[in-house]
């Protein structure tokens, strides 16, 4: 008998055993927990408590036992109520249909069963039982009890024939096949609970990695890549071909370095480590984050990471600009921030240095209180205009700062909108110009005015001479432009000192701006120059000379008067040149050169007086400008030459000569130097002459070297200022020496006294390097400028020229002791005289008398070309020295 139930309860485990393995496929289906999938559950159950019935422990017909209890059991305790009723029902239809003694005993135990595992698991949703192996035995116990007390309600006489035949195989039977058909469907439900958990774990967290767009890799203790796991939709390219690799093989050693210490601190930590590195990649310089998190369970015997890699580089580079825009924010120009409705949300701690305002002064206010008043509605409704159509505003504005102080600044307004267009902020930038606005006023000043007299300088008397013009050609009457220069204002700039010079210049602006109405304009061109343009005479132009005429007059009488110049009282007198004008014929350079020449003409006139411009003036400045041109043209041409006159000594005759230049003119001849040098001058041309002069006295002595009768003879040259102090003077000279090979010491060159004073320092200095190579110098027309026994004595000097002014006036006693005090000074420093313009034999006698020897003048010929003069020195050499030294109408 036990055996039989035993094979019963074998079966019924065997059948259910497919069923779970149906039940547990079927639990992972959205369907498996729905009212007709627990009713195909149920029925199953029920279809194994048939089949038990098929084959139970037979008692006598009708009366039957078998292990049903344990499977209606499962299906309570596993299924839960419908899928109990379910199999219940169909194992009592079952049970029904077979009928017998033993119907209403069947059907208990199908009843009792049912209820029993119904309430353990009621108690295991409670957790008050577990569902183990012996909770389970203790409920087949419980099952096999009731099972057996249900044989109580059999008839009298069956009662202990079936408790003899089934109590043992029940009480052992049932509970063990409980326990093992419960704990076999406890693990295969469990572990089915377990796979879904599992799938659910791997579904859950393969979405979560499909959501990340960034790389997961699982990396070994030694660095060797496990796997990779790579959204499809990451940014990343694909990193599966780095599985099996060790990344140190692929990455910078700076970077394996920093990548093994990463590893290093992931295993010792229980705690996520960050890292941020960069690579160069083909799309430039990229930054990347990895987050390493350590795995606790082994990978292949080797400790192992999980390393989340995020490309920051865009979050790097907006931090950074963030970062940038906070110093900027806190840069040396004020910044404010408002909202859309110009309230102040921010300001930088420049905006407070600027307006005095702290933040929380002016916080939650309108920018109406920086407002300075200066500016109309008009103003803003126009700067507002620019912003909202623009979205900026840029210029300068008045504001106030808390003080209640007025300043400029510049402004610069921006408008910041949100996605839809519409604007949220105003950001403002403004810069304090109070120190840019009065540097720009003294800019403004000093080019627009004369530092020294504080009257307006060149350029803005042009702009209001050009003005003049036109109000005059408008109005039809007659302007003047008035030209004054101080007379002799260099005798007291030489005599008192330049800083008193400079103190006239004021007292005479004054004097000047004390004479005209606020309409008219006194400037100063510079040096001792001034000008004024006056306007308003009369429209005739008799009348209007008239009336320029009295002024001018007026003027001259003012500045005539004594300057009392600190303790000094000094006398300056000027001349003024004026034109008229009423009409824009003449254009601003015209008046003023006319101007100009008219000033020039009351200073020919003697000074302190007043001259109109005349068109004659305007005849000598044309022909003056065609000689400037025709200079230029004549020194690219070579057109000029030099003609020589000899220069004589009592015992050797023929000693030299002088070099004077001519000018073939290709249509006026041969012109001598009084035609041409002062337009030269004027012209800035006379460096250039003076060195092409040079050039061929310096050819000159190169040819008269090479020739027995002409070696000895000594060739002087004049030299003017600009030359002289040319920076490359001393070395042009001595180059001119070495490239003609003559013997320096046949040179001689002539300077003025005044050239000298320019810059006594620095001629001594060129005299003294040309000096060294055997270069002779003389000084020109010696006792006409400022005689100095300073510069006789400083300078490397070998002659004096007496001048023809002195020679001529030797018949009088001055005259003859300027002559003997020149001698005698000669012969004390050692210098050779010589005496220039000698034009007769008394002349000669009286000069060599005095201890003259050395003469140049019309007596001994005049200046002649090369040829005549080199005839000059043969015949001279046939003839005794008294006989050259003789009559000058045969010169030597």
């Given amino acids: 008998m036990p055996n039989a139930l035993l094979d019963n309860a074998v079966i019924l485990l065997a059948l259910c055993i497919p069923f779970a393995l149906f039940w547990r496929e079927w639990a992972d289906r959205p369907e498996s927990d729905s009212l007709p999938m627990r009713f195909v559950i149920g029925v199953c159950f029920g279809v194994a408590c048939i089949a038990g019935m098929m084959r139970p422990v037979m008692i006598q017909p009708g009366l039957f036992f078998d292990a049903r209890a344990v499977v209606l059991g499962m299906a309570g305790l596993f299924g839960g109520p419908i899928v109990a009723a379910v199999a219940a029902l169909t194992a009592a239809a079952y049970r029904i249909w077979i009928g017998g003694i033993g119907l209403w005993v069947g059907l208990i135990n199908i009843a009792l069963p049912t209820l029993l595992a119904l309430a353990y698991r009621r108690q295991h949703q409670k957790a008050r039982w577990a569902i183990s192996a012996w909770p389970l035995l203790a409920f087949g116990l419980l099952v096999s009890l009731t099972t057996l007390a249900t044989q109580l309600l059999l008839p009298r006489e069956l009662i202990a024939h079936s408790l003899r035949h089934t109590a043992l195989p029940i009480l052992l039977v049932i509970p063990a096949a409980t326990v093992a058909m419960g704990m076999l469907l406890h693990e295969m439900l469990q572990r089915g609970q377990t796979t879904r958990a599992l799938r659910l774990s791997e579904a859950r967290l393969r979405a979560i990695t499909e959501a990340t767009p960034e790389p997961l890799m699982v990396i070994d203790e030694d660095g060797r890549c496990r796997e990779v796991i790579t959204p499809r939709q990451s940014r990343f390219p694909d990193l599966s071909n780095l599985v099996g690799r060790r990344l140190h093989d692929l990455l910078p050693a700076s970077q394996a370095a920093r990548f093994d210490k990463l590893l290093a601190e992931t295993l010792a930590s229980d705690c996520t480590m960050v890292v941020e590195h960069s690579l160069d990649t083909p799309a430039g310089k990229r930054i990347f984050e990895g987050h390493a998190c350590r795995i606790e369970t082994p990978i292949g015997g080797r400790r192992a990471v999980t390393v989340l890699l995020r490309e920051i580089t865009e979050r790097v580079h907006n931090e950074l600009e963030k970062r940038i825009a906070a110093i900027a924010f806190e840069s040396q120009q004020g910044m404010l921030i408002t909202d859309a409705s110009n309230h102040i949300l921010k300001v930088n701690q420049a905006f407070t240095q600027i307006t005095g305002y702290s933040a929380d002064e002016v916080i939650g206010k309108t920018t109406r209180v920086l407002r300075s008043g200066r ?79 504080d009257l307006p300088n060149r350029r803005l008397l042009l702009d209001r001479l050009q003005q003049a013009l036109l109000s005059a050609s408008r109005s039809g009457q007659y302007g003047a432009l008035m030209i004054f220069d101080l007379d002799n204002f260099k005798n007291i700039n030489d005599l008192h000192g330049h800083q008193v010079g400079d103190k006239l210049l004021c007292e005479v602006s004054a004097r000047l701006n004390e004479q005209v109405r606020s309409c008219d304009t006194v400037a100063r061109l510079g040096g001792d120059e001034f000008v ?112 020589f ?102 040179l001689k060159l002539e300077l003025t006294e005044s050239l000298l004073l320019d810059d006594m320092p620095e001629a001594s200095l060129r005299m003294s390097a040309l000096k060294a190579h055997g270069i002779h110098f003389s000084i020109d027309d010696f006792g006409t400028g400022y005689s100095s026994m300073t510069y006789l004595h400083r300078l490397p000097l070998d002659q004096l020229k007496i001048d023809r002014s002195f020679i001529q006036g030797m018949a009088s006693d001055n005259g003859l002791a300027i002559v003997r005090a020149i001698c005698a000074l000669a012969s004390t420093l050692d210098l050779e005289v010589l005496a220039e313009g000698v034009e007769t034999q008394p002349q000669r006698q009286m000069l060599e008398n005095n201890g003259c020897h050395l003469f140049q003048g019309y007596l001994f010929g005049q200046p002649v070309p090369i040829e005549a003069f080199e005839e000059m020195v043969a015949r001279a050499a046939r003839q005794p020295v008294s006989t050259c030294l003789g009559e000058p109408a045969e010169p030597c």
């Fill in 532 to 643: 004024m343009v006056l306007e308003g005479f009369k429209a005739e132009p008799d009348q209007a000379a008239t009336q320029v005429e009295y002024f001018g007059e007026r003027i001259l009488a003012s500045l005539a008067k004594p300057y009392r110049l600190g303790d000094l009282t000094v006398r300056s007198t000027a001349s003024i040149g004026v034109v008229l004008f009423n009409d824009v014929s003449l254009d601003v350079d015209e008046l003023m050169k006319r101007a100009d020449m008219s000033m020039y003409e009351a200073k020919l006139a003697g000074r302190n007086s007043l001259r109109f411009f005349d068109p004659y003036m305007q005849q000598i400045v044309s022909a003056r400008l065609r000689l400037e041109e025709e200079l230029r043209r004549g020194l690219e041409a070579r057109e000029f030459v030099i003609y």
């Fill in 375 to 453: 500016h109309s509605s008009e103003f803003y409704k126009q700067m507002w205009r620019s912003i909202l159509e623009q979205d900026s505003w840029e210029g300068e504005i008045w504001n106030r700062r808390k003080n209640g102080d007025i300043y400029p600044e510049w402004l610069t307004i921006s408008a910041v909108r949100d996605s839809t267009g519409s604007i949220t902020h105003f950001v403002a930038a403004l810069t304090d110009i109070t120190e840019r606005k009065a540097a720009e006023t003294q800019i403004h000043h000093l080019a627009f005015y004369d530092p020294l007299t």
């Fill in 645 to 746: 006159q000899p220069q004589v000594d009592t015992a050797r005759g023929i000693v030299g000569a002088e070099a004077l230049v001519r000018w073939r003119h290709p249509e006026r001849g041969v012109l001598a130097p009084g035609d041409f040098i002062e337009g030269a001058e004027r012209g800035g041309l006379v460096q250039y002459l003076d060195l092409q002069v040079l050039e061929l006295a310096c050819k000159q002595l190169a040819r008269w070297a090479s020739q027995p009768s002409t070696e000895r003879l000594a060739l002087a040259v004049n030299i003017s200022a600009p030359l002289l102090y040319q920076g490359n003077f001393v070395e042009r000279v001595l180059e001119l020496v070495r490239s003609n090979g003559f013997n320096p010491k046949r």
